[in-house]
């Protein structure tokens, strides 16, 4: 394991989620309880052994490794979108994926451990995500060590905000009622993630008409910001 | 980072501990109020700036390697202490250290972040971490996305027993007192990790008498289990 003074890490599974691209991703895990997504375990951890016992806890930490990072190099301060961009905290204080060594935590609630036919998946919900991730380990979350709700949260105490309207476009609101059967949590999916303004600091500050999208499943997703709220315009499904 | 089909990371750290080997050690962060260590940044991350705001959060997350296990092979079961240590579970429904990667998280407490002399510590209490366990990454707790009380707990869903009696003989309550301005919480710290029980399972079991020992900060803790509880019965120095 060690290794040029280092340590090296091999994955014990790949994430299937909804969430194609960073933009839009719920910025922590637990506040979009519909992210909804699967923890694919690879062999030689594909075994049902070593999950015994874990379906009696609602809730697991996925330790996973921020992939698809840009910039290689870390930088002592980050920008935490929180702050709306323009104050500079240190990485360290800073749940940011641009670290030294890009690990991330995040607590999820475990909804059932299916296992058969040469795979062993996990389901998820409220993940922060990104389809493909590679996950470094999974443990049990002991509620006794592992929840601290008297811990002072520094520059993010709350959680981001959930209280902007989200209306649909007749169309938008067709495809989710289409869509029913296959992804019952469409709708309410994107409600969650809306309501929490996902716009860069610098739109929000700059309110001005703009039509943003994100891929979410195999939809583009396109949407814009109201005075009253964010309405969804369309989900494009692939041609 | 990426190297052979798996990714390695370089510690940021160090932690100084007053636990010198696992036996007695608390079984998780956090149970131990009086464990204090210290976080000690290696270059090239011991700049202040990597850590500007951290000081506004009152706990943190560290994540570690464990090291020191004499397996080098994981093993799809373990033996929880919890469960005494004859029913096996699955590695992946336990916190054991004996896991395909080897990483390890504890929420502890930040008290002070000491920067200076071409040093960079960060004092923390609540640990349950050997001496020289190197730390791979540092996050500010958020209460709102990592504090699950209502999160069901499986096989441990509650603390250790924290009941049991713990007495001083006079040539132990003497070290305690001679020791008083050096390490002011030794007297406490001791009772809080002993009132756990530490003692294997099969002895717990098999009461019979017999002298355990294990070594905090410089001292070689000798202690008994009586009737009533457990007894300190030196804190022998080295010579």
Chains 1, 2 share one sequence.
């Not at 323009?86 to 030294?100: E, I, K, N, Q």
């Not at 905000?161 to 067709?174: G, N, P, Q, Y």
């Not at 709708?187 to 929000?204: C, F, G, N, T």
Request: net charge positive; proline share 10%.
């Amino acid at each position: 394991m060690k290794q040029r003074g280092g340590f090296s890490f091999l994955p014990i599974g790949i994430i299937r989620s909804p969430f194609k691209e960073k933009f839009g991703i719920p910025r922590q895990a637990g506040i979009v309880p519909d992210a909804r997504g699967v923890l694919e375990i690879l062999p030689p951890f594909r075994q049902e052994a070593a999950f015994r016992g874990l379906s009696e806890f609602s809730h697991v930490w996925i330790l996973f490794l921020f992939h698809g990072n840009p910039r290689a190099e870390w930088k002592p301060t980050v920008r935490p979108p929180r702050l709306g961009g323009d104050r500079r905290l240190g990485v360290f204080a800073t749940r940011s994926g641009f670290r030294p060594n890009p690990i991330g935590m995040s607590a999820v609630e475990l909804t059932e451990i299916r296992a058969g036919g040469g795979k062993l998946h996990l389901h998820l919900k409220g993940i922060d995500l990104l389809d493909g991730t590679p996950v470094l380990d999974l443990k049990p979350y002991l509620p006794y060590a592992d929840s601290i709700p008297a811990a002072q949260g520094g520059f993010a105490p709350e959680p981001p905000r959930t209280d902007l309207a989200v209306t649909f476009s007749d169309e938008a609101e067709a495809v989710c009622l289409r869509k029913e059967r296959e992804i019952p949590h469409l709708r309410s999916l994107l409600v969650q993630m809306l309501r929490m303004d996902p716009r860069p600091a610098y739109y929000a500050r700059r309110p001005k008409k703009k039509v943003f999208g994100f891929r979410l499943y195999d939809f583009d997703v396109q949407w814009t910001f109201l005075d009253d709220g964010i309405r969804i315009l369309n989900l494009k499904e692939p041609a």
